[in-house]
């Protein structure tokens, strides 16, 4: 079981992260913007991140396996569109619908682990569920490059389809769970409000200072306080703001949020920075980061063990903290051996992030009763893609990157340096913010807390 939700969950953390690698080429050979190049990236995680609420409360009402091999079909066949699409805009159609597959399968994997394992089994399941997944999101540069310099960007894409095969064959034998008291009723305007949101601020994030843009902020304004009244007033809200009272749920969220925005960031800014200003070709810029595809398999289960013995406060407040310390040794990165500017960075990087992956998944899903497994595991997914759709979507502006400047040394050079000390920023606050509101019990089992 754990097996199968692995390898779905990490089918679309891959997929997340293995387009970075590729960007330069698909720009080149589809004769794209920065702009576009950013909706490549963000319409998978504004899908995902808006609709992940709506894949757990389907999981939880008709059963998480089939709402997970649901999920597997349509990320398959939208790989499919993907591999084949011709323009920019179809491409990013295409992408949009992979995000709606993965808002289905993502929530699926976890709370299927979640139901199907004791209390005191969960933490070293889930440890090697996170460990094995971020290893799968880690590898997407190295198999992203290999793919992208000796065959072809389009295969990226159309890998996926043999392994979701693979998944669908695995997942027969998962035994179903299911929430016995959950609505038959789905929260269609909350979606519906969430994808409006997120895509409005998305968009005027990317097309800042365009006309268009400043349209997009009250639209995006209107949307997130609409989305806010609905689901305090429906029957079955799709997201149950009740949720939030619980305040380690809401702060491993909030730290969620800072931690993975610059995560997101960080793997978009360096593959770009080792390509256009360091010379890497795409297998090369891919395999730089496979320090920390190393400790995420050697050290991600233990991080998981180690916070059920000490409590999750501790690798949840460091972990970000050496990520942080990661991110400053790359601010060289490009500029002089691979040895000295980005293997040091990285590794750093990939020993915080195994610290803190699993610590940080296994207490969302303790703060929250067992019925919300799906919901717990939706919100968190959707503010952790949201923080990388946000931070991918205004850094780059932020920084001073527009147009085709991608592809100028000299000037993503200097907004790469900025874009590391931003993230740097937000993996500090979110060490700092854990120290403060993250308690050791939560993971306590029930007779002894």
């Not at 004791?118 to 889930?126: F, T, V, Y």
């Amino acid at each position: 079981m754990v097996a199968a939700a692995t390898l779905g969950s990490g089918m679309t953390m891959l997929d997340g992260t293995v387009v970075n690698v590729a960007l330069r080429t698909i720009g080149e050979d589809l004769d794209a913007s920065l702009a576009q190049l950013q909706w490549v990236t963000n319409g998978y995680l504004l899908a995902l991140a808006s609709l992940i609420l709506l894949g757990g409360s389907l999981g939880d009402r008709f059963g998480r396996r089939r709402v997970f091999r649901w999920g597997v079909l349509s990320f398959a066949a939208a790989s499919l569109l993907c591999g084949l699409a011709p323009t920019p805009e179809i491409l990013i159609a295409a992408r949009l619908l992979q995000g709606v597959g993965a808002a289905l399968l993502t929530p699926g994997s976890l709370a299927m682990i979640q139901g199907a394992f004791d209390h005191d089994d969960r933490a070293r399941a889930i440890g090697a569920w996170s460990g094995l997944g971020a290893i799968a999101g880690a590898l997407g540069p190295f198999v992203g490059g290999a793919l992208v310099e000796y065959a072809d960007w389009r295969l990226i894409f159309l890998i996926n389809v043999p392994l979701a095969g693979a998944t669908w064959w695995m997942s027969r034998a998962v035994p179903e769970t299911l929430d016995p008291h959950a609505s038959r009723h789905f929260d269609l305007p909350g979606a519906g409000l969430a994808v409006l949101a997120l895509g409005a601020t998305t968009y005027a994030l990317i097309e800042w200072g365009g006309r268009a843009a400043w349209i997009a902020v009250p639209v995006a304004l209107v949307a997130a306080v609409a989305f806010l009244v609905v689901e305090a007033r429906v029957s079955a809200p799709m997201l149950a703001l009740g949720i939030f009272a619980e305040r380690t749920f809401s702060a491993a969220n909030a730290m969620t949020l800072l931690v993975y925005a610059a995560l997101g960031a960080m793997a978009f800014f360096l593959t770009l920075q080792l390509q256009t200003v360091g010379g890497y070709g795409a297998l090369a810029a891919g395999t730089a980061t496979l320090p920390m595809t190393v400790c995420m398999l050697l050290l991600a289960a233990r991080g998981g063990a180690l916070a059920a013995r000490i409590g999750p406060r501790l690798p949840m407040t460091m972990g970000p903290l050496v990520m942080a310390a990661g991110v400053l040794l790359l601010l060289d990165a490009g500029h002089g051996s691979y040895w000295s500017t980005v293997l040091p960075g990285v590794t750093v990087f990939g020993l915080g992030l195994a610290l803190m992956v699993a610590p940080l998944t296994a207490t969302v899903l303790a703060a929250a009763p067992d019925e919300h497994a799906g919901i717990a595991s939706g919100v968190n997914n959707a503010v952790a893609r949201a923080g990388s759709l946000l931070a991918v979507a205004a850094l780059p502006m932020a920084v001073g990157l527009s147009g085709e400047q991608y592809a100028v040394a000299a000037a993503f050079d200097q907004a790469f340096g900025r874009a590391m000390l931003v993230c740097a920023g937000l993996l500090a606050a979110g060490g700092v913010l854990s120290w403060l509101t993250i308690r050791d019990h939560v993971l306590a089992s029930p007779t002894s807390r």
